[in-house]
């Protein structure tokens, strides 16, 4: 069963959700991955553009879980897994809007897992690096303003993504980061956040790009 829907309009997902509880039964699974993305310098994306990203990022996800969590909690049973994005652990440059949803989407992740644990109901975020998808395209990312970190770093296929929500699902973790060096630069900014005032000015940039070009 295949549905258009616009996620940005809450009328439009609770249809949707309405004819696939008709038409498949209790909806246990909810895959939130619907995604847009503007990677850019923050004053060359206008303010469609910010509001926009936050729209398909946040309230597609807020009005997909709206609109099937009820069930699932009178059920005391299903999982919700949000494709959150690496970006979603630590901003760049060029993702000021970008970051901001997903950060978003995580802190609504984190929100909800603590807030439904033991209903029966659990929610994990996934936060995958890169992947080789039709996101990267020249109409929407500078390409030529993304860092090392980026530019260098291996992509991930679907397929390794998939296996990811498939394992939160199943085991229900509370969320995944991937790749490997994703999560290593992931857990660098958090130190970074707290002690940068010690570091060098480009030395926490430097480490990372060669962590990245290391692993490459």
């Not at 503007?38 to 990022?57: C, K, L, S, Y």
């Not at 997909?64 to 760049?92: E, H, Q, T, Y």
């Not at 897992?113 to 500078?142: A, C, K, Q, Y």
């Not at 956040?193 to 990245?212: D, E, K, M």
């Amino acid at each position: 069963l295949a549905l258009p829907c616009d996620v940005v309009d809450s009328g439009a997902v609770a249809a949707a959700a309405a004819v696939a509880v008709r038409e498949l039964g209790a909806i246990d699974i909810l895959v939130n991955c619907a995604g847009l993305g503007i990677w850019r310098h923050f004053a060359e994306i206008g303010d469609d553009g910010h509001r926009q990203m936050m729209e398909v990022n946040y309230w597609g996800t807020f009005h997909w879980i709206r609109a099937l969590l009820p069930a699932m909690r009178a059920r005391k049973r299903g999982a919700i897994v949000n494709l959150v994005a690496g970006s979603g652990k630590f901003a760049l440059a060029v993702t000021s809007g970008f970051s901001a949803s997903k950060f978003a989407v995580a802190g609504l992740t984190e929100s909800l897992r603590r807030e439904l644990f033991g209903s029966g109901v659990v929610v994990s975020g996934v936060f995958p690096g890169s992947v080789r998808t039709p996101f990267w395209n020249d109409e929407r990312i500078d390409r030529a303003a993304l860092p090392a970190l980026v530019r260098f770093s291996p992509k991930l296929s679907a397929r390794a993504v998939a296996r990811a929500v498939v394992r939160a699902v199943r085991f229900g973790f509370a969320e995944r980061t991937l790749p490997i060096f994703v999560a290593f630069a992931a857990r660098a900014n958090a130190l970074w956040v707290r002690f940068g005032a010690l570091v060098p000015p480009g030395a926490a940039g430097a480490l990372l790009a060669a962590a990245v070009v290391g692993r490459g």
